[in-house]
């Protein structure tokens, strides 16, 4: 009887032991992620964050790829292979409709880089930090303005049309938002704002960037360029006014990144093999791709390179446009498209096409491009000696017997410029956004050369507000692109 | 939990007990004919301890001079209580009822007489489970169990089914029900990626029932994890009498369910498809051979990539187990092996399995009980869905005119990115292995006449490991000098449970039954996974990579914890009551919603029991039944209340992070209310019985991805928002058609069970449209697609509606209207098992049958091309195009012209409900013969029983809709994405017990 006592209490204790655990044994955190009250409260913080919004920018669906290849091939620049693997046909076909991948993702990607923009904005302006850390917080926001800058500009050029598009620009941009809650009660919907609302956003926070970036003025031509400095601001400012038509800003941005001469073009005879070097001295900003962190089979370089999908591929008249001395031919390889059937030859673009560490940088931002903004600036602004000077100096780069020749002058001169950005920025994402907000009408060539007319201005030019985005935000009701439904 | 561990092993020394004055009784047991009942349990009432028969049945049991009752029962006969008189020689007559409602049936945390119920809980016997060449016992819930949608969707052996009670249960939550196994909730699903399902490291032989519990009454005592019902897995455990041993043995072989018009086309069909597209297309029919040349195109080829990628896969399955004991101590030992190669190449699968369960009974009032699983997987796997290395989409995708081998003899990679599916079978690989151990200790005291006190210290454990190697030079590792990755991730899943359970009996009519008890559960889940390229020759092990590529760990848990009860009470055991409480706290909700309380109330009357009924012969039984309750769903992520960054990314060398997650601290379960009414009868002295059931779930709160603007930087948040409706009616019937008076006669037996579904969303914050409409209004699986509005007859040109009264139709995609299409869940589905036997011999088949929903093919517009893929590697186009292409002005069909590289269809992204397919079938899912060697000669070789069967499973379908090229059988979401059908499995196998 002894025993059957005795074994109660230790069945009482294994009752204790089993209820010992109390309210703690309920409140576990999270290990594998941050909660939001702990981010961008100190310098490590708000670095981690900013690094955040780049990150965004190396997605596929973003900078990582689409956005460099679409309006290179939405343009008269790329087409796809016979030989593919089915990725961005709408596109190349100009089929899209409002539920587009390609479109749903790039639009998600880029509010999410507007997004922690915000937030980094948001928090980090009031932020006490130890005065030693005073500059690099400065820095920090300075660039969180510069990529909502960005983004906003990517936004408004791959879903709205270009700013002359309406007299005053009134017509549809993409939504402004430039708080972003983190917690569901701050959740919002907004309708879609003006391109000039948008424009005007862009450069108040380009304003905003360059003047906190202001102390970031030692970069040189030979330190990293994965992140925005002031330059980069005032590169990206010139582009943004020159979209907008704002000729003298744009000349008196791209100046201030010219004249410091911080950043030096690269010499003709090696510009293909130096352009394809991280962080050369001519880029300003271009996205970050390491051995370890990158996009793989997604990479854009994957894409063209015939060891990877080699599903892109320059159109003839692509090729053709180089003159045989022009260094520039050099991103265009005339041979076999890998795959049985393939076309024979293709022009196998290799710009980018390391597919083996994928350790290649995206270009976004770079000298030449503050050259031709300029050049282009100032031929319309009625200035053309000026213009030739700059155009020369890309042509002569290229080409070195390319002498813009003396008597180039008005519509002929604006021309040139406009093939010189066809040649220079060649699938390097700009083709589209400089013909269409030229109004130029085009040839598009297709997968199997099959070749159709893109009129100006074409409601297919610019991309679906994603149908996701129609069915979850009741205030974009109505407001979607002409050619994509309701 | 050390700590309970170890008082547990402390508690097993005391082995004390007390002896009273004893007498030996013996007899023998036998049915209604006089055939003796091996394997009997005698036990004496009250007690834990007993005997079984031997194989003549007969027993011997020492009792207490003063023991008043033996309770003797078999499986297949009605339990019986035979009152110990003055005579020592007690033989004893069972009657057969293997339906009936004398059963006793596992429900949560106990036993229940089937008569006691007030809710629905089916059980599924030991002989519908054991045997079956299916590797998880999930499997073979399908057809067997009204109320339970259990589908595979996949061939591939470990692959996790789908299995729904009654309904979905969840739109972001799961709708898998809970598990649990000897009363530890285990942790269920794939935790290898590459099939190897957690439940399937359990041996089907195992198993000694399953109960599904369906309704609130039944299921409502697991609180925050019952909403989508809950499976009770008992495990074998020895009884008390000589050692028995069983050996099964099974071989079989496995083939690829294809039928002709799923069979790809030939050379000369393809190029006839492009000749005419070519035509189509404005082009001069004598360019075409040029066109051929150019494009590469060796029309001598004509590679049958069905047999190259498929292939007549094996299967063998071992299993031995002993079980046996004395009254104080019983013992149940197995072990299993279970292998399978699968039909296509490059995949198979391979189990073994051990079980030790041992009780012991210490002193009249404490006993122990303990059991070990031990399970060990292992699978080589193929990649699947839009993967170029999936073997499935190479054989409908891959043209014919390319070749696996080069003349020379290696292989050919100049087409689909050097994606070559044999050589990816042969020299790739995607290795899991995954290794189980449930073990558990308890121990039961009776501390006062009839208030016993239940202890049990459970620990689950599942530790996967996965191995994938990339080969240099091709497919995925073209571009890496070999690549490969290696993971690891261990989940731990702990539980104690204490119970104190009572039961009286008030003057002569009144019994009652109570049970309160605390729980608590804690998971954790570690994983870890590395990847690295450039490996030396002939390596793939990680050590051997001169690049790493990628490296991470994690750590993730969730808790809870609970109290709970129980009470039951009947009046003459004509009139039940029941009610269960529990209340849970969980670490995964919102600050401010971490407890909920959970119960349930439940009714029955026995109404053959009253006295009016007694005239009714021919009604043996009826029994209505009703109950009610609340309980919930907690199956959402650990975390997803909070507000998170996630810091999974790196810029430029450097750590970065960015929002991720809304933060909502008032997200708590789901409620779920189930309303169940059931009907169970029995006819003709039980020759018929069956039962009837109507339920309604209404599920409240349910987490929802609210989608929100993308301006908002993400695109949902996770709310308790919307609310769900299941209802339906479920009909089980078993008839003794036929019953022989001996042994070797003639029977014959019919099981039919019925299930209706109806799913409604009754309430949303505002409509998802993607590939589903989900809507106020509709069900979850409303498909919303693109209107098809087939082929204009004049052209050929595919249509598409532009108005919702389909009256105007385009043929520009683009401008075509997106409409409701049906619905991916069956309106009704069930089984239909036929047995007869005769001498020794059964044949039993069983065919299961899916009615009235809709399966789609999110790949159909690359297999329906039209001819826009030209001559590309991946696009060739199926039979039914083939056979059903418009071809002339005037022809009408629903297969548009083909017209080489013709932008008007065919487009990856124009997913339309022409891809929308009928997903009604009957299948002859398995067919039994089998021979039982007669007693004269199995007595002769001196064996318990001697059985030889063959056994084939999914022999015959009949699908409706003959447009689709693939086998119907799809998950629950109604997807066909270029999975391994299931397999036709033939197997013949041999059981003795001796």
């Known amino acids: ?486 | 939990m050390r700590k309970i561990l170890a008082l547990a092993m402390v508690m097993l020394l005391f082995t004390g007990s007390l002896l009273a004055q004893n007498k030996t009784l013996s007899g023998k047991v036998t049915d209604q004919a006089g055939a003796p009942i091996p394997g009997a349990s005698v036990v004496l009432k009250g007690n834990n301890g007993g005997t079984s028969t031997g194989s003549d049945g007969s027993y011997s049991i020492t009792v207490p001079e003063n023991a008043r009752t033996l309770i003797v029962s078999a499986v297949g006969f009605a339990q019986q209580e035979v009152t110990i008189g003055k005579n020592i020689q007690l033989d004893i007559q069972l009657t057969k009822n293997d339906q009936g409602l004398a059963e006793v049936v596992v429900v949560a945390y106990g036993t229940q007489n089937k008569r006691s119920l007030t809710g629905a809980a089916t059980t599924i016997s030991t002989e519908k489970l054991a045997r079956a060449p299916r590797a998880s016992i999930q499997e073979s819930f399908q057809g067997n169990v009204a109320g339970v949608q259990a589908v595979n969707g996949s061939g591939q052996p470990g692959s996790v089914p789908n299995i729904r009670i009654r309904g979905v249960g969840s739109i972001n939550a799961s709708s898998a029900p809970l598990y649990v196994i000897d009363g530890v909730p285990v942790v269920s699903g794939d935790i290898t990626g590459y099939n190897t399902n957690t439940i399937a490291g359990l041996s089907s032989n195992d198993v000694e029932s399953v109960t599904v519990l369906k309704d609130a009454a039944a299921a409502s005592l697991y609180g925050s994890r019952a909403a989508n019902g809950v499976v009770l897995i008992t495990t074998k455990t020895g009884k008390a009498g000589r050692t028995k041993f069983s050996a099964s043995a099974q071989y079989g072989i496995n083939k690829i369910t294809l039928r002709d018009s799923d069979l790809p086309l030939s050379t000369p069909e393809m190029l006839e498809l492009l000749r005419e597209g070519w035509v189509n297309s404005g082009k001069n029919l004598a360019d075409f051979p040029a066109e051929v040349k150019a494009r590469g195109v060796d029309s001598t080829v004509n590679t049958d990539w069905v047999d190259a990628l498929t292939r007549n896969g094996n299967f063998q399955q071992y299993d031995l187990s002993a079980s046996g004991g004395t009254d104080k101590t019983t013992f149940y030992l197995s072990g299993g092996i279970y292998k399978s190669e699968a039909a296509v190449i490059g995949s198979d699968y391979t189990r073994t399995t051990a079980k030790l369960s041992l009780t012991n009974k210490a002193t009249d009032r404490l006993s122990f009980n303990g059991s070990l699983s031990l399970g060990y997987q292992q699978s080589n796997t193929s990649s699947d869905a839009g993967a170029f290395a999936n073997p499935i989409r190479s054989f409908y995708r891959l043209q014919p005119w390319l070749r696996i081998y080069n003349p020379d003899g290696s292989f050919d990679n100049s087409y689909n990115n050097t994606f070559n599916p044999v050589q990816l079978a042969e020299k790739n690989f995607r290795k899991a292995k995954s290794y189980s151990a449930l073990g558990s200790v308890g121990a039961q005291y009776k501390i006062y006449q009839g208030l016993t006190f239940e202890t049990k210290a459970g620990l689950d454990m599942n530790y996967g490991m996965t191995n994938l190697f990339w080969s240099p030079g091709f497919g995925d590792g073209r571009n890496y000098g070999g690549y490969g990755s290696a993971s690891n991730a261990l989940y731990l899943n702990w539980i104690t449970t204490n119970l104190l359970k009572y039961k009286t009996t008030f003057g002569e009519d009144h019994e009652f039954d109570a049970l309160v008890g605390y729980e608590a559960q804690k998971t954790t889940v570690n994983s870890s996974s590395n990847a690295a390229s450039n490996f030396l020759p002939n390596t793939n092990t990680l050590a051997n990579a001169a690049k790493p590529e990628s490296s991470s760990s994690s750590i993730t848990e969730n808790s809870i914890a609970s109290v709970l009860a129980n009470v039951g009470y009947n009046y003459k055991r004509k009139y039940y009551l029941t009610g269960t409480f529990r209340r849970d706290g969980s670490s995964r909700f919102g600050f401010n919603k971490r407890y909920g309380n959970f119960w349930s109330v439940g009714a029955s009357w026995d109404i053959t029991s009253e006295s009016f009924m007694a005239n009714l012969k021919t009604l043996s039984q009826l029994k209505l039944r009703a109950s009610y309750g609340l309980n919930g769903n907690q199956e959402i992520g650990n975390f997803d209340s909070r507000g998170l960054y996630s810091g999974n990314t790196v810029y430029d060398g450097s750590p970065a992070y960015a929002l991720t997650q809304y933060s909502n601290d008032k997200l708590t379960w789901e409620v779920n209310k189930p309303l169940n009414i059931g009907l169970d009868f029995g006819f003709l002295n039980d020759r018929i019985t069956g039962s009837l059931e109507w339920y309604e779930r209404k599920t409240t709160a349910l987490l929802l991805t609210v989608p929100i603007s993308s301006i908002n930087g993400l695109t949902g948040y996770t709310d308790n928002v919307g609310a769900m409706k299941n209802s339906g009616i479920e009909i089980s019937i078993s008839s003794r058609n036929i019953v022989s008076s001996s042994p070797d006669g003639f029977s014959w037996s019919t099981d039919f069970n019925l299930t209706t579904l109806k799913n409604k969303i009754t309430a949303l914050n505002s409509p998802s449209r993607g590939t589903f409409n989900r809507e106020v209004g509709l069900d979850f699986y409303q498909y919303y697609l693109i209107d098809y509005a087939g082929v204009n007859a004049a052209n050929g040109e595919a249509m598409w509606y532009t108005d919702s009264a389909r009256t105007k139709t385009t043929n520009v995609f683009s401008q075509g209207l997106r409409a409701n299409q049906g619905s991916a869940l069956p309106d009704f589905f069930g089984g239909l098992t036929n047995t007869v036997s005769m001498k020794g011999f059964t044949l039993s088949f069983q065919l299961y049958y899916n009615f009235g929903n809709k399966i789609y093919d999110g790949w159909g517009s690359f297999l329906n091309s039209d001819g826009s893929s030209g001559f590309s590697a991946t696009g060739k186009i199926n039979r039914y195009t083939y056979e059903n292409r418009w071809k002339k002005a005037g022809d009408v069909t629903d297969v548009p012209r083909v017209t080489y590289l013709g932008s008007q269809t065919g487009l990856s992204s124009q997913n339309s409900s022409r891809f929308l397919y009928d997903g009604d079938y009957v299948r002859l899912r398995d067919v039994t013969l089998s021979y039982n060697l007669p007693r004269s000669v199995t007595s002769r070789l001196k064996l318990a029983n001697a059985r030889f069967y063959v056994r084939a499973n999914n022999l015959f379908t009949w699908v409706k809709d003959k447009r689709l090229s693939y086998d119907p059988e799809v998950p629950v979401t109604g997807d066909l994405d270029q999975r391994p059908p299931v397999f036709r499995t033939i197997v013949g196998g041999i059981d003795i017990s001796f």
Request: charged fraction near 20%; proline fraction near 3%; hydrophobic fraction near 40%.
């Open chain 1, 1 to 486: 009887m002894k025993r059957v006592k005795y074994s109660i209490y230790i069945l009482a204790a294994i009752v204790l032991a089993g209820t010992a655990c109390k309210k703690s044994f309920l409140e576990i955190d999270p290990q594998q992620n941050t909660d939001v009250a702990q981010t961008v409260t100190d310098v490590p913080s708000t670095r981690a964050a900013v690094n955040g919004i780049y990150a965004l920018l190396q997605s596929a669906n973003s900078y990582g790829r689409t956005a460099s290849l679409i309006p290179d091939l939405m343009s008269d620049n790329l087409q796809i292979s016979v030989i593919n693997a089915n990725r961005y046909q709408p596109q190349d076909q100009y089929a899209m409709a409002a539920n587009d991948g390609m479109a749903t993702n790039l639009w998600n990607n880029l509010y999410q880089v507007v997004a922690n923009a915000n937030l980094v904005i948001e928090k980090g302006e009031p932020l006490e930090v130890p005065v030693a850390d005073t500059a690099e917080k400065r820095k920090l926001v300075g660039q969180a303005y510069a990529l909502r800058a960005f983004g906003y500009f990517s936004l408004v050029r791959f879903f709205a049309q270009p700013y002359n598009f309406s007299a005053g620009a009134t017509h549809l941009g993409v939504p402004i938002t430039l708080k972003t809650a983190t917690d569901k009660s701050g959740v919002v919907a907004l309708g879609r704002n003006s391109v000039k609302e948008n424009y005007d956003q862009i450069i108040k926070d380009l304003d905003s960037a360059v003047s906190k970036l202001n102390t970031d003025t030692a970069a040189t031509s030979t330190s990293s360029k994965t992140r925005f400095n002031y330059f980069g601001g005032l590169a990206l400012l010139s582009r943004v006014y020159l979209y907008k038509e704002d000729y003298a800003k744009a000349i008196d941005a791209a100046n201030k990144v010219i004249d410091r001469k911080k950043y030096t073009l690269l010499p003709g005879a090696t510009l293909v093999a130096d352009f394809r070097k991280q962080s050369n001295a001519e880029t300003i900003f271009e996205v970050a791709f390491t051995a370890t962190d990158n996009n793989s089979t997604d990479a854009l370089g994957y894409f063209y390179a015939q060891g990877g999908y080699g599903d892109a591929i320059a159109t003839d008249t692509m090729y053709k446009i180089y003159t045989a001395a022009d260094a520039r031919r050099g991103f265009i390889t005339r041979s076999r498209r890998t795959g049985t059937g393939g076309e024979n030859p293709a022009n196998i673009v290799n710009k980018y096409n390391n597919i083996t560490t994928y350790e290649e940088n995206l270009k976004v931002l770079r000298l030449a491009e503050v050259y031709l903004n300029r050049a282009e600036a100032y031929a319309y602004s009625n200035q053309d000696n000026l213009a030739r000077a700059d155009l020369n100096v890309i042509t002569t780069r290229g080409d070195a017997a390319a002498t813009v020749p003396g008597t180039l002058a008005g519509d002929d001169l604006k021309a040139a410029i406009l093939v010189e950005r066809r040649k220079e920025f060649a699938f390097e994402g700009h083709r589209l956004f400089d013909l269409t907000r030229r109004k130029q009408t085009f040839t598009k060539t297709r997968r199997g050369t099959i070749t159709f007319i893109v009129n100006a201005p074409e409601n297919k030019t610019i991309l679906p507000i994603p149908q996701r985005e129609m069915d979850a935000n009741p205030a974009i009701k109505g407001q979607q692109n002409p050619g994509y439904g309701n």
